[in-house]
């Protein structure tokens, strides 16, 4: 086999892999009204399940790095009512500081990827990394009181992209 068709096969089989890997992150398209049977069905099974009063919740956590949540959201009469990416500062400026708890937190933005407790301050924060505008490589931490309250919100870089960044010249 000649060097120019190994490369060739080796190109290949990479951009085949990332059409794979793109498709276990991807959500494809899940239209209004379809049952919660049809969704997992097409999605799998949720990673989490939730209330939401009249409300019937399913989680996706999805992408690299776990940068997006895609929540199902199903009415009282079973039938998909909407399905989005839920990790958004449109949504992470729905939570209130000293009002929002763990579960107003759930049920808008799903699980986190991690959880921090700092016995110095007492708070345990839940971190949500995610494509800011589509873009940047962030980090939302949330921090909950003993009581489950939220006290505070901060949002910056992902430290486990920062080389990358630094390494391409780009900064905040």
């Known amino acids: 086999m000649s060097g120019k068709t190994r490369y060739q096969l080796v ?23 379809q049952t919660e049977a049809e969704v997992i069905s097409q999605l799998g099974q949720p990673t989490h399940i939730y209330s939401n009063g009249d409300q019937h919740l399913l989680e996706y956590m999805r992408g690299r790095m776990g940068q997006a949540t895609y929540m199902a959201i199903f009415g009282t009469d079973g039938k998909l009512i909407s399905y989005q990416q839920v990790l958004t500062i449109e949504n992470f400026s729905k939570i209130t500081v000293d009002v929002s708890d763990k579960d107003a937190v759930l049920r808008l933005i799903g699980a986190p990827s991690l959880t921090n407790f700092y016995s110095r301050t007492g708070l345990e924060a839940w971190s949500y990394p995610f494509k800011q505008d589509g873009a940047w490589n962030s980090l939302m931490a949330v921090y909950f009181d003993s009581n489950g309250i939220v006290r505070k919100l901060e949002n910056g870089p992902d430290p486990a992209f920062d080389h990358e960044e630094r390494g391409h010249g780009r900064g905040r």
């Open 11 to 33: 190109t290949i089989a990479a951009l085949l892999s990332g059409l794979c890997a793109c498709q276990t992150w991807g959500t494809g398209a899940v239209p209004p009204g």
